[in-house]
């Protein structure tokens, strides 16, 4: 009988790959449901958590920040003109923490069996996800008992504003974990980056009251910025297209920039994580 010989090698292109993706989609299912049973295994309130957070902090803001913030945006309420943007910036948050550290978690099931290492990212931010829809119905929710006018461009602009969102930290979640495989010190790194993206991100301020223009560009290359805006412009905002148009093209440049590095380095994770 004649021996078969199985010959592995790296992929020479650069590629998503997305028919093996969808082979091995079953995958997705089983991460993004483990993640969530353990992320609210043994605790009493459950899925609760992922409002408690961002009410908590929307009720400190207004208190702290309504008399002396007076945002362009003067039809949003201040509680809801806060609570959008904190919704959109803690689905960012947590989607690019955990995919960040997504490949180093997962290093045990890395060394022994093979399959598409973004299903690992595309898991960690679809547990993100699930937490923000939750937290959107409650923000919907809380818009019709404050009497919130909501246009019918929400129907467009909501999803718009989180898949810009989910794109922007698939891009950076992707390119960290990579980073983070060989180089841990991005582990330590990631908090401060987001802290530094949080106060540049226009939760608790609007892009408008900001006069000077290249500081307005500037802070237009976070990406959840323009998302905000496109949400708070179904809320009676006044949005800033240059804003919303960087904020496209940065957070394309991020998934482009983390797909190649992470197809370029993930044949070593095995040894690496």
Not at 73 to 82: A, G, L, P, R, T
Not at 95 to 116: D, L, N, R, W
Not at 222 to 243: F, K, Q, T
């Amino acid at each position: 009988m004649k021996a078969t010989r199985t010959i592995i090698e790296a992929p020479q292109n650069i590629s998503l790959r997305l028919s093996e993706i969808w082979q091995y989609r079953e995958l997705f299912y089983f991460f993004t449901w483990r993640d969530i049973k353990v992320k609210y295994k043994q605790t009493y309130l459950g899925i609760l958590w992922a409002v408690i957070q961002p009410i908590a902090l929307m009720l400190l803001f207004t208190l702290v920040f309504s008399k002396h913030f007076s945002p362009a945006d003067s039809v949003i309420d201040y509680k809801i003109f806060v609570l959008s943007g904190l919704i959109l910036w803690t689905l960012f948050y947590s989607a690019t923490s955990h995919a960040a550290e997504s490949i180093v978690q997962h290093a045990g099931i890395i060394k022994k069996i093979y399959f598409p290492r973004l299903i690992i990212i595309g898991s960690a931010i679809l547990t993100a996800l699930f937490d923000f829809i939750i937290a959107l119905i409650l923000f919907l929710a809380l818009c019709i008992f404050w009497q919130q006018p909501i246009s019918w461009e929400a129907a467009f602009l909501f999803p718009a504003a989180t898949l810009l969102v989910l794109l922007s930290s698939f891009g950076i979640g992707t390119l960290l974990s990579s980073l983070n495989v060989k180089y841990r010190d991005f582990r330590y790194a990631l908090p401060f980056l987001l802290q530094f993206l949080f106060f540049s991100s226009q939760v608790v301020y609007s892009m408008a009251d900001i006069k000077e223009q290249w500081a307005r560009h500037l802070l237009s290359l976070n990406p959840v910025n323009g998302a905000i805006e496109l949400l708070r412009i179904s809320l009676g905002g006044h949005g800033d297209l240059n804003v919303i148009m960087i904020s496209i093209i940065t957070a394309f440049v991020l998934s482009i920039a983390g797909i190649v590095y992470f197809r370029k380095t993930e044949a070593y994770f095995a040894d690496l994580a």
